[in-house]
């Protein structure tokens, strides 16, 4: 398998570097990322697995961009933190890009980090955000100097034999209505269609999870001494569907997260009150739902307690203690995640002293 996906990269290698020829003003793309990530879980919550989740991921990129297109190729190797490679995981990066100031799109499977800000922890989980580096589909994005709006969809997995038809659609946004106040929200919904031919007596149903959280957002970061204060107070709505089998199924929730950061340290608490947002999860679990699992409690707070060890144009390394409050139970997780990055532009970067987010934030 590793074979036949090296033979079909250096191809594209060849071709992309054959067609730089043909293409007047074009400039030659690559990068390279190297993401080291420890994460050892210590829960209570049964619907939460605990364990440790150690690894190594390594995404290589090239590509060639004219005027305001582009296509680039590589791929993401993750190699759990064990010298057997048949238990590594290689996974395509192939795409389009046409980018503007105030307009950009992609469409193939392209890095998460082309978000202009990171999915919400109900609509993708730490460990997701890491072993899927990948969005598998497309991705609009519009930005302006009163805020931005991105819509994607995320092609989680075709109808086989044994596996069901998976997608997920995005759209988010914010809107600065003055410095210190914004304006935004998610909308979310997952599908999980049927699997081919299946058996009689084990059909399965179309199934939905549609999630809308519009929020207010009070940004304080010039009025403290701190680098960073920001509160995000809003609303989320669930509602779930298995086609036949049940009508809508609506839960609500207030929700809240606070970030403070001052130097190399931050503080980061995350609220949720309501109703189970996921609440077909014991039949359909993270086929569907791709959000962190304790949003299946009535409520959760999640308190992140974080340093940067390293924070520059180049390196992220970041450590982080985490503690779940569900009810009755307490549960803690220690992360380590390093971020390693460099392209062409890097000489650029590193005179601005522009710094890179960690793959979280």
Known sequence: MHTRYARILTLLLCLILSGTACITAQRLLWSAEVVPYFDNREYSYQRMTSGTLFAARLTPTIGVEWNNHSISTGVAWIQPIDSRIELSQLKPTLYY??????????????????????????????????????????????????????????????????????????????????????????????????????????????????????????????????????????????????????DWIVSHAFVADLTAEWHFIGLRNKFYYGTSAQSLYNKMGATLYQGEPYYGTPWHNRLDIYGYIFRNSFVNCFASINFH?????????????????????????????????????
């Open 97 to 246: 890009r046409y980018n503007t100031q105030p307009f950009a799109m992609s469409m193939g499977l392209f890095p998460r980090t082309q978000l202009i800000e990171p999915l919400d922890d109900f609509m993708c989980s730490d460990s997701i955000t890491f072993f899927s580096p990948n969005i598998q589909g497309a991705l609009f994005q519009h930005r302006s100097r009163h805020g931005y709006i991105e819509a994607l969809v995320d092609w989680r997995g075709l109808p086989t034999e044994t596996t069901r038809e998976a997608f997920m659609v995005v759209a988010q946004g914010r809107w600065d209505i003055t410095p210190w106040l914004h304006a935004g929200g998610a909308v979310t919904m997952n599908h999980l269609a049927r699997a081919k031919n299946e058996l009689p007596g084990k059909e399965t149903h179309v199934t939905d999870n549609v999630m809308m959280r519009p929020y207010i957002a009070l940004n304080l970061s010039h009025s403290t001494v701190l680098d960073s204060l920001m509160l995000r107070c809003g609303y989320l709505a669930t509602l779930d569907r298995e086609r036949g089998v049940t």
């Open 325 to 361: 409050f569900t009810p009755g139970q307490i549960g803690c997780q220690q992360q380590i995640v390093v971020r390693a990055y460099i392209d062409q532009d890097f000489k650029k970067k590193t005179q601005s002293k522009e710094r890179i987010s960690n793959i979280f934030h």
